[in-house]
């Protein structure tokens, strides 16, 4: 098992979208395409139900090259952004590990509604979790500062995202080192199982055709 080392991170320094993306797909898919495989067997295992890997294609960009790249792991074979999904991607600075319900989810709001009422279950995940409102940005808050308003925005506002999970920086271990990795992620995804849980069963009632 490979971990990510500094050049990986620093492929989002390359100029140009064509060489951006050949250095995502040498250096960063290979990588992905590896966890990935750890991962859907670990969580199909784990949830008693088959999931699938997307390695992210950027296929939409035609000037501005990305500016991080990830791995998603959903129950749909066909795609994931419109599904809560499982995420391990990097940006120039972190790697990050997301449970993450993006603006295309359908039944978003009915998704906010259990998060509202299991609120203080994910208010008590572990202090090195982290919440983000839009996986377009780097920024994230730890765990501790969520506020009911945050749930409440991700139900109200159409482009709102929720995603919980955490951050490792380029010299943490747990990213350099591939076991030690593969065991991160195992551990924070076992961890975030519930809420995914929780998420289809709010889905189920608005499903998604």
């Known amino acids: 098992m490979h971990g990510f080392t500094r050049d990986d991170f620093k492929t989002f320094e390359i100029d140009g979208l064509k060489e951006r993306m050949q250095a995502i797909q040498e250096r960063i898919q290979p990588k992905f395409a590896e966890i990935g495989s750890e991962l859907v067997d670990y969580l199909s295992a784990q949830l008693g139900n088959e ?80 919440i983000s409102m839009d996986h377009m940005k780097k920024d994230a808050f730890p765990i501790k500062e969520l506020d009911i308003k945050h749930l409440e925005r991700f139900r109200d506002v159409k482009k709102a995202e929720f995603l919980i999970g955490r951050h490792l920086q380029v010299n943490d271990a747990r990213t ?30 608005h499903p998604i055709k």
Not at 75 to 80: A, E, Q, S, V
Not at 93 to 107: N, T, V
């Open 51 to 130: 999931v699938y890997l997307h390695i992210a294609k950027h296929a939409r960009r035609t000037i501005n090259p990305p500016d991080d790249t990830w791995l998603a792991i959903s129950d749909n074979k066909r795609g994931y952004k419109m599904h809560p999904h499982f995420q391990i991607g990097l940006f120039d600075d972190h790697l990050f590990m997301w449970l993450a319900c993006i603006y295309e989810l359908k039944g978003k709001a009915e998704i906010a509604t259990s998060y509202m009422e299991h609120f203080n279950d994910i208010k008590h995940l572990p202090d090195e979790f982290v």
């Open 176 to 205: 350099t080192n591939g076991d030690k990795l593969l065991t991160t992620a195992k551990d924070t995804f076992k961890t975030l199982i519930p809420f995914y849980q929780l998420a289809l069963t709010s889905i189920n009632k």
